[in-house]
């Protein structure tokens, strides 16, 4: 079973590559939805965040106001350090389970572990490969505007809070240049399933 983390800054087209692998017949773990799922009212890390942070960080029907513990931490790296010792344990051990799950379903999957925060909490992991997508930092900026509706200067504060581009690129083994049209990004993705399957 390959074991592939997929990675890339914000509005990089890493959610274009996931959904074509998917297609293919990937198996696709998604970190945020795994960080989100570990967060659920009445989860020891959901418990502990509010012991860290205060029930302020905690919305009107009981879940985790996401905005209020964003505000919290964002542009703290003494807090967002706390924050990240409480979720990333918690993380680490239900993406491990969810690989094993795919692994006894199907000895043969390719899983990718779609994870933004590779390079910060993640890159000595036993990857088979690491594959980046790849697009400058200020095309990255404009879609965030362009297509989220994001103010430019959040848009910046944004990007500007993620590792650099060329940490990201000194880990990978594979980039898919996401700068173009998408359908050269679906090509790209399409090489690297050839590529994965061993059919090359």
């Keep these: 079973m390959p074991l592939i983390a997929l990675t890339g800054g914000i509005a990089s087209g890493k959610s274009t590559i996931a959904r074509r692998l998917a297609e293919h017949g990937a198996v696709i773990v998604d970190a945020d939805q795994i960080v989100r799922d570990v967060q659920t009212p009445g989860s020891p890390v959901l418990a502990a965040i509010v012991a860290e942070f205060g029930s302020g960080v905690i919305a009107h029907d009981g879940a985790l106001d996401r905005a209020a513990l964003g505000e919290r931490v964002f542009g703290d790296d003494e807090a967002l350090a706390r924050l990240n010792s409480i979720v990333h344990p918690a993380v680490r051990e239900e993406s491990a389970r969810r690989f094993a799950a795919a692994l006894a379903a199907d000895p ?92 090359e």
């Design 108 to 199: 043969e999957s390719v899983v990718v572990y779609d994870v933004p925060l590779l390079v910060e909490a993640r890159v000595d992991d036993p990857w088979d490969l690491i594959v980046l997508a790849d697009a400058p930092a200020e095309l990255r900026i404009r879609r965030l505007i362009e297509l989220r509706g994001m103010a430019e200067e959040a848009a910046r504060a944004r990007v500007a809070a993620q590792v650099p581009d060329a940490a990201r690129r000194a880990i990978a083994d594979v980039m898919v240049n996401t700068s173009l049209d998408e359908g050269h990004t679906i090509a790209q993705t399409d090489a690297l399933w050839e590529r994965l399957r061993g059919r």
